[in-house]
């Protein structure tokens, strides 16, 4: 049994479904999973518990996941994984479209949406968030980031990074003065379902740069390969 010890939010108007998914999780080690069957329920708790994973239903009694999912995001940028009913190609590439990070469909085996969930728990965190262990600092100049904490510090000054923005960063790290396709940073953040994310990437790697550069119009770090991808500078240059 896996244990481990993210926070999962379950919002669907069912409650017998919510009860079972509660159980399916729990059975396989996450013991915390709270569960939701509204909107204002599920806000509410967004708010108050900090999930580290949402899995959202389309249809709800006072709205709709959709919907919700964008007020979710206009806070945080935790993964969230539609569930619904409906098995239509609009409705899960509207939902992928969003940015959501995944879509399962009812009726779904258990063991499906435990793999679906550990996946994208995997591909968003890497390690459990309670995981002790001597931290890594990337230095990039003056600013200091703290991957685990996903944080930037410069004159003392911190700053959050999204998870999306830490994933991508980690990623450049590891190819740290090679340059990374657009292809591999898209994989890197959304798996294999990354197509048409390129503009969207654009769009990250921008506030990225205001993160983590001095001038971001003028990056020393976070560098453009043209017509491929992207480059995080070993040393600082100008260019």
């Known amino acids: 049994m896996e244990d481990n010890n993210y926070t999962i939010l379950v919002v669907d108007d069912n409650e017998e479904l919510v009860s079972m998914i509660a159980a399916i999780l729990k059975e396989k080690g996450y013991k915390k999973v709270l569960t939701a069957q509204s909107v204002k329920e599920a806000m509410q708790l967004f708010h108050a518990k900090k999930p580290d994973l949402v899995i959202l239903d389309i249809m709800l009694p006072d709205g709709d996941g959709f919907t919700l999912f964008q007020k979710m995001r206009g806070y945080s940028e935790?993964?969230?994984?539609?569930?619904?009913?409906?098995?239509?190609?609009?409705?899960?590439?509207?939902?992928?479209?969003?940015?959501?990070?995944?879509?399962?469909?009812?009726?779904?085996?258990?063991?499906?949406?435990?793999?679906r969930v550990k996946a994208v728990l995997k591909r968003t965190y890497h390690t459990s968030p309670k995981?002790?262990?001597?931290?890594?600092?990337?230095i990039l100049g003056e600013h200091e980031i703290l991957p685990e904490q996903a944080i930037v510090r410069f004159?003392?000054?911190e700053t959050s990074l999204t998870a999306k923005e830490?994933?991508?960063l980690m990623k450049l790290n590891q190819n740290r003065g090679r340059i990374v396709t657009f292809d591999a940073l898209c994989n890197a953040v959304w798996g294999d379902s990354y197509y048409g994310y390129e503009n969207t990437l654009m769009v990250h790697i921008r506030h990225l740069r205001e993160k983590i550069e001095d001038?971001?119009?003028?990056?020393?770090?976070?560098?453009?390969?043209?017509?491929?991808g992207y480059r995080l500078a070993k040393e600082e240059t100008n260019s």
């Not at 969230?80 to 779904?108: H, N, V």
């Not at 995981?131 to 990337?138: G, N, Y």
């Not at 001038?215 to 491929?228: E, F």
């Open 155 to 157: 004159h003392g000054d």
């Open 215 to 228: 001038n971001p119009s003028k990056p020393k770090w976070l560098l453009t390969a043209r017509g491929l």
């Open 78 to 115: 935790i993964p969230i994984l539609f569930l619904s009913a409906k098995d239509e190609d609009e409705d899960r590439l509207f939902g992928l479209g969003l940015g959501a990070d995944d879509y399962i469909t009812k009726p779904f085996l258990p063991k499906e949406l435990f793999l």
């Open 131 to 138: 995981t002790e262990k001597k931290e890594e600092i990337l």
């Open 166 to 168: 830490l994933l991508l």
